[in-house]
């Protein structure tokens, strides 16, 4: 389907609920309110420098991190509209060790995790942070969700997308059709297409990766990008290097642009020892966006992200992720 650009965020989410005449309209509402959301973030974000809310909150994640202002306001925004949206049975956040249940009597039939603010250790340095989130139907049949309905493999996700919050606000959304780009309007209040039908070049040039870890990473994995920098007219090699330590921020440029975006195992720090990011709800959404604009990604052993079960809510993996033909080389040097 052409998309013309200019169309409102909302109006192409009912074109694509037409796609399905068995539609509900639930993920279309549900979606809805999740922008709804995203905006009043974003707001937020962009007042932080002014409204002096710049710095630590002198709380503690269960991440043992330090909890930015921004993150807690970003995660109590989500949790206190999507509770009472009337779509979801359960949800998940980064920022709360447990499930969060829904206001009872507003159950729906869908199941919501969430990153409410990735990246906030750059909030105070003006980098672009972004909210990051995954989509599923739930499993159980009614009443209260539980963490059984989180628990899903990417490839079951109905919807997922990010909004980075950067030198403008853009929200990337995928339903399984596509990936779209959407521009805020700060005037209008309104997300306008502005990147339709997003598709990833097969293959880049550039690398997104702390070198700093290399010492800690798989031999194979220090083989791989040891060669990426190396001489190789054919493969136009060496890479060009591009990390700003924000995943939605690298992700997002890789995206548009190509690249090979990688956080692999920390073999000598043992709570990194899966990876540093989180798969509910960094990876498996991040993947089914790379997917649906042509790319791929996968672990640092060569396995599909979408194809892991999650075992727990706070789960980390291993991430590659980006354009096709590099992530290809990459799967075959893991899996020698
Ligand atoms: P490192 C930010 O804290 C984050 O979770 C991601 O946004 C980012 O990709 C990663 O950590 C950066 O980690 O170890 O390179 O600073």
């Known amino acids: 389907m052409r998309r013309p650009l200019g169309l409102t965020v909302s109006r192409h989410i009912l074109d694509s609920q037409r796609l399905h005449p068995d539609a509900s309209g639930e993920l279309s509402g549900l979606l809805n309110e999740l ?23 002198g709380k503690k994640n269960v991440q043992d991190e330090e909890v ?55 909030i105070d340095v003006n980098v672009s942070i972004g909210s990051i989130f995954s989509i599923h139907k739930r499993r159980s ?14 490839h079951a996700q109905v919807a997922a997308g990010y909004v980075l919050y950067g030198s403008s606000t853009m929200l990337v959304l995928t339903t399984g059709d596509g990936v779209h780009g959407f521009t805020l309007d700060p005037n209008v209040g309104e997300f306008y297409l502005s990147h339709a039908n997003i598709k990833v070049p097969e293959r880049s040039t550039y690398l997104s990766i702390n070198e700093g870890n290399k010492q800690s990473w798989l031999p194979q994995v220090q083989a791989f990008f040891e060669m990426l920098t190396q001489q190789d007219e054919e ?8 990390y700003i330590g924000s995943l939605v921020a690298d992700f997002h440029r890789n995206l548009l642009s190509g690249g090979l975006f990688a956080y692999p195992r920390n073999t000598k720090d043992p709570e990194l020892f899966q990876g540093k990011l989180r798969l509910l709800y960094e990876a498996a959404p991040l993947a089914m966006i790379i997917e649906q604009a042509g790319g791929r990604a996968i672990t640092d052993d ?19 992720i980006g354009s096709k033909l590099d992530v290809d080389d990459a799967e075959e040097y893991f899996t020698r």
Do not use: W
């Not at 922008?35 to 909150?57: D, P, Q, R």
């Not at 956040?93 to 990153?115: M, R």
């Not at 493969?235 to 591009?242: F, L, M, N, T, V």
């Open 35 to 57: 922008i709804v959301v995203c905006k009043t973030i974003s707001a937020e974000v962009n007042m932080a420098g002014l409204a002096a809310i710049i710095g630590l909150s």
């Open 68 to 122: 930015q202002k921004l993150d807690e306001f970003a995660h109590l925004t989500l949790v206190n509209r999507m509770a009472r949206c009337g779509y979801l049975c359960v949800m998940s956040s980064e920022e709360e060790e447990e499930v969060i249940e829904v206001e009872p009597n507003f159950e729906g039939n869908y199941v919501l995790a969430f990153d409410p603010l990735d990246g906030s250790s750059n």
């Open 141 to 154: 049949t009614s009443g209260p969700g539980s963490s059984a309905d989180l628990l899903q493999p990417g």
């Open 235 to 242: 493969k136009q090699r060496p890479y060009s290097s591009r």
């Open 302 to 320: 060569g396995r599909n992200i979408l194809d892991i079960e999650p075992e727990s809510l706070h789960q980390r993996v291993p991430l590659i």
